[in-house]
């Protein structure tokens, strides 16, 4: 059983940075693909990066490429999402996953173990 707690949310104008940190608890997070996730009100939640259990590869949706990085830290048991250049579209609450599988994938239904998310809000 993997525990995720994530971190480091909050509310930002346009064009800030903010860094989300995901800690986990459980022997299994280092062969663990991980991803975060976003849900804005009223839309379903979306996939956001993924990060295989080396670090690498990694997998972003189009509408963060070049401005969200994920990375993972296997001694420190964590994930973090790297966020830059940050648009009002971005406000949603952000959720941390992992699998019970090694890769990374982009279906939250192949992830098996959720965070309680954190909320970022972005305005204009």
């Known amino acids: 059983q993997v525990q995720l707690v994530e971190s480091g949310g909050g509310l930002v104008q346009a064009g800030a940075s903010l860094r989300l940190s995901c800690a986990a608890s459980?022997?299994?997070?280092?062969?663990?693909?991980m991803g975060w996730f976003r849900q804005a009100p009223g839309k379903e939640r979306e996939f956001v990066a993924a990060i295989n259990y080396r670090g690498s590869p990694t997998y972003y949706a189009d509408s963060v490429k070049g401005r969200l990085t994920i990375s993972r830290d296997n001694a420190k048991n964590s994930v973090y999402l790297e966020m830059n250049r940050l648009r009002p579209e971005d406000t949603a609450v952000y959720f941390c996953?992992?699998?019970?599988?090694?890769?990374?994938?982009?279906?939250?239904?192949?992830?098996?173990?959720w965070g309680q998310g954190t909320q970022v809000t972005v305005s204009s």
């Open positions: 459980g022997r299994a997070f280092s062969t663990s693909g």
């Open positions: 996953a992992g699998r019970g599988g090694i890769a990374a994938t982009t279906s939250a239904l192949t992830y098996d173990y």
